[in-house]
Every structure is written in structure tokens, then in C-alpha cells.
């Protein structure tokens, strides 16, 4: 054999003078006999040999062994030590020039041969991509649907040229989307089905083909999946389920796909999605919460969901979920009831609903990802509902579970949300009974830190809340503002060129307040603020320079 293979290979370097195609076709099967029975040796001699060369010279349309050669390739370039060697010989080129020809075969190992060259490289994959194989290869799929190795190696291709960010605008412009939907629809295995999911996943992260996939009849596959396996316990079908009903959700997260799903709240998708909530299924109830949350993004869906009682199936799904409950599933129900609350209209109904007093229920929750949630959705709903901040900045439970996740320094955002929330209770209520539950609880030194906040936001909210405890309730703070150092806070704040107008504003009204207090006063006066604000009176913000004209006058008659 290996004297066949050195014979084979010696024929082949001279094989441009003499290329009869019956002495060609021996030597090629040779050469594909020995791979089959060790492929890594064989690959190497195939190298040495400087045969790779003369592959690139026979990848003719015309040529009789064209499809061997390719095959060839295609085994070689299993090898990953191959694959440069491949790209150095210049067979790219003439392979991705290959499959615009006819010959089923020479398409099949051509596409093998790229797809194996370029197995894991983006750069490789990237050139082919701008070589214009997406729309080639798109156009093979819908002509040779028919064959099943082809389609097959279509969705190879697709499925790792998809995960392209460059590749994407590419496939927006073909008519990716209906082929996929047409060979989807033909499919009844489980692993061709499989197959193409793992294509749509990464191409429906684009919003152009996620309505170019709605629009070719995506969802209606997708939902009767649903409906035939919601009820088994077998594994394909709970894999399927989980796949179809993902894909659905990640639909939705196009403006334009979601918008036309939701068709006035009267789209027969809109109302299947309904009925997921009250399933026995984890996972069709976790993909019918992330699909409400997904409409619940603007507006006018809001309030009509909320009008026709969205609001009910959600709390019913937390109820089932309060014990030991499904931590994914409490997480999308918060967020839809988050998303829920924007709109004005929506937020003294959800009250009224009893939705606080659902979402506290959680409060015990350990899970940063539901505290977060959690957290978001209160604030949402007390936004101007200066009764429910009340109601809830009194709860002291709630208010110590907020100073404690105040500190929870490994989390982020619930630290950001805990901060907000406290802040909020203060000034949407502007009760003296919620700050005294605060001071109580040791959430002053809190709303102190987060005036030094990186957001402005954030630094404003705590300012705007200080103020109001400066003015409600100065005494019962003062010895934790003394110690949390907010006199030098301010000072650094004002001194800053860099802090915005509205912060210097806030903080020149917090310092009046401050005055109000006697050791409070004592650092004020300590601090040289005179000379600071009266900087700020030639600040090119007039509010920001009649607040400093304020506040000189102030700080010189206290002095």
C-alpha cells in the first residue's frame, strides 16, 4: 500500500503534463484508500509530497475527478496541522468557485472541503464570507432541497458561518429566512430538526431576519412544536419544547417581529402565549413570562395588557413559585410586572392589584437575580404613588432587608437597586414616619455613599431624598449624617468642576437645609463653603448661579 501510495503521489506532481483522466482516477483512488485506513499518516505524506499544488489545478467544473480531488481535500483537512497548508496550497479559490457548478457530488465535498479547512477559524471564515458564499450556498439550499447530504452540509455551513456577527447582514439580504422555514416544515426527525434550530438561534439574534423569519411563518412551527410536546416526557420532546419556545421568546426581542406578534393585543400568537402561563410546564411558563416582558416594551401594549387582566395570571404563576420555587421563572414573572409598571396609567391599578404585596413575598429570596427584579419592580410601582411609598417605606421589614442589600458589595445592581429603592420611598412619600423607619433601620449612611454614586442619576436621587430628611426630619438624622461625613461630601461636590449642574444645584439646597442643625452648621462653617459658592454664582447655568446667590446669602447670615 505504501508503495501504491509513493507511486500515486509521484504520478500525481507530473500529472499537469500528462492528464489522462483514467490514469488521474487511479491515482486519486489510491490516495482515498489510503486515508480511509490512516488518515493522519497518509495526510502528512501528502504533504511532503508538494501534491496540494497540483489539487489546486485540478478543482475544474470540466474535469472528471473534480469531485475526488475536492473529497480528497475534504479528508485531508480533517487534520488540523492541514488546514494552513490547505489555505498556503491556494485552494480556497478554486473550491468556494466550485459550488456554483451543477454536479451534486462535486458540490457535496467541495462544501466539505471549505467547511473543514475553515473549521474553526474566524479569519478563514470571514474571507469566505467576503468571497460571497452565504448567498451561493442560500440559493443551493433551495434548489437542492431534495438531497439530504447537500441540505445537510447547507446547514453546516450555516450554522457556523451564522455565528459571524459580519456573516448576519449577509443572510438579512437572501432568502434565508423561508427557506429554512420551508425545510423546517418538511422535517419529522428529531436530529434534522435539532439541526435547524441550531441555525435560527444565532440568525434570529438579528432583527431584520427575526421579522423575515416571522414573516415566512416561523411562529406557527414553532407553537405547534409547543402543542405536540407540551404533555410527553420524552427527551426529544422536552428538548424540543425548550428549543421552540426559546426561539419564540428571542422573536419577540425585535421591535418590529414583537409588534407584529402582538397585533393590538388581538394576535391569535399573543393569546397562545397567554395560555403558556398557567401551564404545569416550567418552561412553557418561563417562556410565556419572558414573552410578556418581551410585549411589555412600550407604552400602549402595557396598558392593554393590564386592562385585560395579565396582571391576575401573573401573580397566580408567582404564587405557585413563592416555596422552594423555580428561580427562573420568578425572575421573568418579575419582569414582565416591572415592564408592566412603566406607563402612569398602570402603576395605581397594579396597586390596587395587590402586586406589592405579591412581589414582598420574595423579599426572603436569596437569589440576587429575583432581589434584583424584586427591586425594580417596587420602584416602578411607587413612582408619584406617594401612598404606596408610604405604605411600603413603613415596612420594616422591607426597609432592613433594603439596608442589608445596601452593602451587598459582590452585586451590583441589587447594591444600585437597594439604594434607589430607599431613596425613592423618601421622595415619593415625603412621609416623616418612613424617614424615621429609615434612620432606624441605618439606611442614612446608605443614601450618603450613594450621592458619591459614578451615575448622576443616582447622585441626584440621594441628594433630592437628603434634602427631604434635612427638612422633615433634621434632628432625628443628624447624628447619622455627623457621621457619614455628608458636609465633606458636599464640599467635594461643589469643589468639582466636573459634578453636573444639577448636582451642585441639589447640593447647595441640602447645605441650606443642613444649617438647620447645630453641629451640622459648626463643619459647614469649619469648610470654607462661602468661597466655594460664591465661585459658583458666575456658573454658566443660571439655576445653578441663582441657587449660589441663595445660598452665599444663607451661609452669611448664619455665620
Known amino acids: 500500500m505504501a508503495d501504491n501510495l509513493s507511486d500515486a503521489l509521484k504520478k500525481l506532481k507530473i500529472t499537469t503534463t500528462d492528464s489522462r483522466a483514467d490514469s488521474l482516477e487511479g491515482c486519486l483512488d489510491c490516495l482515498l484508500q489510503a486515508l480511509a485506513q490512516n488518515n493522519t499518516e497518509t495526510s502528512e505524506k501528502i504533504q511532503k509530497s508538494g501534491v496540494l499544488q497540483v489539487f489546486a489545478s485540478l478543482l475544474t467544473p470540466q474535469s472528471s475527478c473534480t469531485a475526488k480531488v475536492a473529497n480528497i481535500i475534504a479528508e485531508v483537512a480533517r487534520n488540523e496541522f492541514m488546514r494552513n497548508p490547505c489555505v ?32 474553526d477559524s474566524h479569519t478563514l471564515q470571514s474571507q469566505l464570507i467576503n468571497m460571497g458564499v452565504i448567498p451561493t450556498l442560500v440559493k443551493l439550499l433551495g434548489i437542492h432541497c431534495q438531497n439530504a447530504a447537500l441540505t445537510e452540509m447547507c446547514l453546516v455551513a450555516f450554522g457556523n458561518l451564522a455565528e459571524l456577527e459580519s456573516s448576519k447582514e449577509q443572510f438579512a439580504y437572501t432568502n434565508i429566512a423561508e427557506e429554512l422555514v420551508k425545510l423546517f416544515k418538511k422535517q419529522i426527525e428529531h436530529d434534522k430538526k435539532e439541526m435547524i434550530f441550531e441555525v435560527l438561534a444565532p440568525l434570529a439574534e438579528n432583527d431584520v431576519i427575526k421579522l423575515q423569519l416571522v414573516e415566512a411563518g416561523l411562529v406557527e412551527c414553532l407553537l405547534e412544536i409547543v402543542q405536540k ?37 388581538k394576535g391569535s400568537v399573543f393569546q397562545r402565549v397567554l395560555s403558556w402561563i398557567p401551564s404545569n410546564s416550567h418552561q412553557l411558563q418561563l417562556a410565556g413570562a419572558l414573552a410578556i416582558a418581551n410585549f411589555a416594551r412600550n407604552d400602549g401594549n402595557c396598558i392593554h395588557m393590564v386592562d385585560n387582566g395579565i396582571v391576575q395570571k401573573l401573580m397566580d404563576l408567582l404564587d405557585r413559585h413563592v416555596e422552594d420555587g423555580n428561580v427562573t421563572v420568578q425572575h421573568a414573572a418579575l419582569s414582565a410586572l416591572r415592564n408592566l409598571a412603566i406607563p402612569v396609567v398602570n402603576k395605581a391599578k397594579m396597586l390596587s392589584a395587590g402586586v406589592a404585596e405579591a412581589v414582598l413575598k420574595f423579599l426572603r429570596s436569596e437569589m440576587p437575580p429575583v432581589q434584583f427584579k424584586l427591586l425594580g419592580t417596587l420602584r416602578m410601582l411607587i413612582d408619584a404613588q406617594a401612598e404606596a411609598a408610604e405604605q411600603l417605606g413603613k415596612n420594616v421589614k422591607l426597609v432592613e432587608r433594603l439596608v442589608e442589600w445596601c452593602e451587598a458589595k459582590d452585586h451590583a445592581g441589587v447594591m444600585g437597586e437597594s439604594n434607589r429603592l430607599l431613596s425613592a420611598l423618601i421622595r415619593h412619600s415625603k412621609s416623616k414616619d418612613v424617614i424615621r423607619t429609615i434612620v432606624q433601620s441605618g439606611g442614612i449612611k446608605h443614601l450618603v455613599t450613594m450621592a458619591t454614586s459614578e451615575h448622576v442619576i443616582m447622585q441626584n436621587e440621594a441628594l433630592v431624598a437628603l434634602a427631604l430628611i ?15 461625613q455628608l458636609v465633606q461630601i458636599l464640599h467635594r461636590l461643589l469643589s468639582d468642576d466636573r459634578s453636573a449642574p444639577e448636582i451642585k444645584y441639589n447640593s447647595m439646597v441640602l447645605i441650606c437645609a443642613l444649617i438647620g442643625s447645630e453641629p451640622l452648621q459648626k463643619e ?9 459658592v460664591s465661585k459658583l454664582r458666575s456658573h454658566e447655568n443660571k439655576t445653578v448661579a441663582q441657587q449660589a446667590s441663595l445660598t452665599e446669602q444663607r451661609l452669611a447670615v448664619e455665620s
Request: a negative charge; glycine letters at 6%; proline letters at 2%.
Open 470 to 484: 434635612a427638612a422633615l426630619e433634621l434632628v432625628t438624622a443628624e447624628k447619622d449624617l455627623e457621621n457619614a
Open 524 to 532: 459647614v462653617q469649619s469648610m470654607a463653603f462661602l468661597e466655594v
Open 229 to 265: 410536546t407540551v404533555d410527553s416526557d420524552k427527551e426529544d420532546d422536552i428538548a424540543e419544547l425548550k428549543t421552540a419556545s426559546d426561539l419564540m421568546v428571542l422573536l419577540l426581542l425585535g421591535d418590529e417581529s414583537m409588534q407584529k406578534l402582538f397585533e393590538g393585543g
Open 88 to 119: 498556503d496550497a491556494g485552494l480556497i479559490p478554486p473550491l468556494v468557485q466550485l459550488l456554483n457548478c451543477k454536479d451534486q457530488e462535486v458540490l457535496l465535498q467541495t462544501g466539505r472541503a471549505l467547511g473543514n479547512i475553515c473549521y
